[in-house]
């Protein structure tokens, strides 16, 4: 099971702070997604004061940007995700997912990224080995017309985010989980969109996409 809590900010100074409530559930993790149209990133986050592990991160032409960062039992309770930056970042997009019943130990059982400046589609394939790992991916998306990304139809694939920031010109973020994903094996988190080809001419349609999969 999950919760998750949204943050979005256009033009924001560092730091950004949302707050995020954990249920009181076993083994749990909370697992943080940003994203940014800028050559600024996290250099770190924090929840209740304490640090997180940043376990993956794309970028496309060091303009768009995602992330994935994680805390393995954070405390039960109502507190801050607080994203810290060198330089102030724009376009930011945040969410918070809480997980349950994640190992302790050793939670991440596979990664996976991938930036292109293209058309689209948006993917990336990460290759889980344990049976009912959790996979969280974020993908990020320059935009020029209010382009869209659709998921692709995954069995318990539910979207947890789609939105765009500071149309026509900015980003657009999508955000899914799969889980529990019955079987091990590669797992192609993709993302169709609505750019034309032109764009790459133009160098504006470019995207980055990151992936975590979690061991039960």
Same mark, same amino acid.
Do not use: E, K, L
């Given at each position: 099971s999950l919760a998750r809590s949204p943050a979005t900010s256009p033009n924001n100074a560092s730091p950004i702070s949302w707050s995020h409530t954990v249920g009181n559930n076993n083994n749990r993790i909370l697992v943080v997604t940003t994203s940014q149209r800028s050559a600024a990133i996290p250099t770190g986050i924090t929840y209740a004061g304490t640090p997180m592990t940043q376990m993956v991160r794309s970028d496309s032409n060091?303009?768009?940007?995602?992330?994935?960062?994680?805390l393995i039992n954070p405390p039960v309770g109502t507190a801050n995700i607080v994203v810290t930056y060198a330089a102030s970042p724009n376009h930011f997009q945040g969410n918070g997912i809480s997980l349950y019943n994640v190992n302790q130990?050793?939670? @991440?059982?596979?990664?996976?990224g991938a930036n292109a400046l293209s058309p689209g589609p948006i993917s990336t394939t990460i290759t889980t080995t344990t049976p009912g790992a959790w996979i969280v991916d974020v993908a990020a998306m320059r935009t020029q017309l209010s382009e869209t990304i659709t998921p692709s139809i995954m069995a318990n694939r539910v979207t947890r985010e789609n939105t765009s920031l500071s149309a026509p010109i900015? @980003?657009?973020?999508?955000v899914t989980t799969v889980g529990p994903a019955a079987t091990a094996g590669a797992y192609v988190m993709s993302w169709n969109t609505s750019h034309v080809a032109g764009c790459v001419t133009a160098n504006s349609c470019m995207w980055a996409i990151s992936a975590v999969a979690f061991k039960p």
């Open positions: 060091a303009v768009i940007f995602s992330t994935i960062w994680y130990t050793n939670p @991440v059982d596979a990664q996976a900015g @980003v657009r973020t999508g």
